[in-house]
């Protein structure tokens, strides 16, 4: 089942949180959502679910328009929210019972569905603690049980490894990995090279407004238009070369190398050219300039900074 | 329905798997008892073999102990983010909001039916007028499920359970008092209609022993008024806090 919004907007008084964004999901893939704090991740993923009304667009699964009373919709719809909150006084397999028959789950099936769930997700362990009682990590596996546990075709989560230690984050990456082999994904995340290991697709929104979207290496090569290049001056004076190549048109940053001499040049535009130029009128030689490939932290800086 | 019933299910387990239940079992057995059978006007004094002083301290106990019920219904639920939970599934807000009126009037009706070894107490010591009894105690069932309705739209409003409480305190004054206190003051049809606003005055038409539709009507709509109102908050309002 794939996951269209078309225009999605939100407002909260004067404020637009969430600002005409429009992208899709195809089964099989995973998208992350990447952005700042406060640029609208949260609220899009609530009006994906349902539970936050947009004020204009709307949102399409399988074709058909998301709405308050999409009952049947829903059952196609896994969510994690960000703080995962779960009944604090019910069991582990009660919980995932609960949530199980709340979908609609045939009630012969519903045991099999938890047994899965549980074993998905590593809880054989703690299955009959109460969800207060369990430890960080196995709350976010809990709670991710609970939004698999009817078996949906579009998964929402919203940062699911929150919280987790390094273990735990890379079992939550493989089963997402997994999920989203045969699932629609989308999942938030602050973490850059997560989201590079994981998805498939890559949306950044900034300021409610989607600012970038592609594949991890798409991004990268493409670098939002900009180019990172790295230069070696061996004989140029370390100040006055970080000070020539920081006043060349459209550089964003420069920092030093590791090897003698090298520097990296961030540009808003590609311009070898001006870099070898400058240098020449120096009368300084240039051993190396080539053009690096972006990090995807400097595409994010670039996206959301700008 | 269907949903509606499996949340009252898992509410009423959660009253039990906390000493919420039992406090309000022990705290409703405890005055109801202590002035029905030992204090003031109690049966003994009175004399008849009836059950109407039980329903007067029933009707105040309830009074006090369903907003503290129906306080943390939906308000907890929005301040653990649990709705979420429920409101991203196949469940409709009224739903959930029927079934934690499910789960309440369920307690409720536990609780009295732990009075029932008064009724029989009663029957031993004299001969009883079972039409009252019967009627009376339909008369705490229909006005608290009113009152839980009213108590669970108080605890739509807001995230914090201390104002559900309040909320749904002076709600009932209103309609205990209030509409007593103006009809008091009012002539007329405006006076008449206060008068048939009072939830008072229809619990003790009840507790008469006489079943008139107008107060079924009465209790019934001012439920489903509350029911509705508490829905059309949650799916306003959704699950953010209010």
């Given at each position: ?306 | ?51 109407s ?78 039409g009252p009894?019967?009627c009376g105690?339909?008369g ?63 619990f003790e038409s009840l507790g008469r022993g006489v079943v008139d ?30």
């Open positions: 089942m794939d996951l269209r919004t078309e225009h999605l907007t939100k407002r909260f008084g004067p404020q637009v949180a969430v600002d005409q964004v429009s992208f899709s999901v195809q089964p099989g893939e995973v998208v992350g959502f990447l952005g700042p704090n406060g640029a609208g991740k949260t609220t899009t993923m609530r009006m994906i679910c349902g539970l936050t009304a947009p004020d204009g667009g709307t949102v399409l699964l399988g074709g058909s328009a998301m709405s308050p009373r999409s009952m049947e919709l829903r059952r196609n719809i896994g969510y994690l929210p960000e703080a995962n909150p779960l009944y604090e006084d019910l069991p582990v397999l009660d919980l995932l019972r609960f949530g199980a028959r709340l979908q609609g789950v045939d009630r012969t099936l519903i045991d099999n569905r938890v047994a899965c769930m549980v074993e998905a997700c590593g809880l054989g362990d703690e299955k009959h603690k109460r969800t207060g009682e369990l430890s960080r990590g196995y709350r976010q596996r809990t709670g991710l049980a609970f939004a698999l546990v009817h078996d949906p075709a579009v998964l929402i989560l919203d940062e699911p490894t929150t919280g987790l230690d390094p273990n735990q984050i890379v079992e939550i990456r493989a089963l997402i990995k997994d999920l989203g082999k045969s699932k629609t994904v989308v999942f938030s995340t602050h973490i850059l090279s997560e989201a590079e290991a994981v998805c498939d697709r890559l949306l950044i929104i900034n300021k409610g407004k989607l600012v970038a979207e592609g594949r991890p290496d798409q991004l990268r090569s493409k670098g939002l238009g900009g180019a990172t290049y790295m230069v070696r001056i061996p004989a140029a004076p370390l100040r006055d070369a970080l000070r020539l190549l920081q006043g060349l048109p459209h550089v964003l940053g420069v920092e030093k190398g590791t090897a003698e001499g090298a520097y990296e040049v961030r540009m808003s535009v590609p311009a070898a050219e001006s870099i070898s130029a400058a240098c020449s009128a120096q009368g300084w030689d240039i051993s190396e300039l080539r053009l690096a490939e972006n990090r995807l932290e400097d595409v994010f800086r670039d996206a959301t900074l700008n | 329905m269907r949903a509606a019933c499996l949340i009252a299910r898992k509410e009423l387990g959660s009253f039990f798997d906390s000493p919420m239940a039992y406090l309000v079992i022990v705290a409703f057995l405890g005055t109801s008892g202590f002035f029905t059978w030992w204090f003031g006007t109690d049966i003994f004094m009175r004399g008849i073999a009836d059950l002083t039980f329903f007067q301290v029933a009707n105040w106990s309830l009074f006090i102990l369903i907003p503290a019920i129906s306080m943390r219904t939906l308000a907890e639920e929005r301040k653990t983010g649990t709705l979420d939970l429920l409101l991203t599934r196949a469940v409709s807000p009224q739903q959930v909001v029927n079934g934690k009126f499910l789960a309440c009037t369920a307690l409720i009706f536990l609780t009295l039916l732990c009075t029932l070894p008064y009724y029989i107490t009663v029957a031993r010591l004299g001969p009883v007028d079972h009894v019967v105690y339909a705490l069932m229909l006005m608290g499920a009113a009152y839980l309705a009213l108590g669970i739209f108080a605890s739509s409003l807001t995230s914090n359970q201390i104002s559900a409480f309040i909320l749904a305190l002076v709600l009932m004054a209103v309609f205990h008092f209030g509409t007593s206190v103006l009809a008091a003051n009012t002539t007329g049809t405006l006076g008449q209609l206060f008068q048939y606003l009072s939830t008072g005055r229809h539709s107008r107060d079924l009507v009465y209790f019934l709509s001012l439920t489903a008024a509350g029911l509705l109102l508490a829905g059309r908050q949650l799916a306003r309002s959704g699950a953010k806090p209010a």
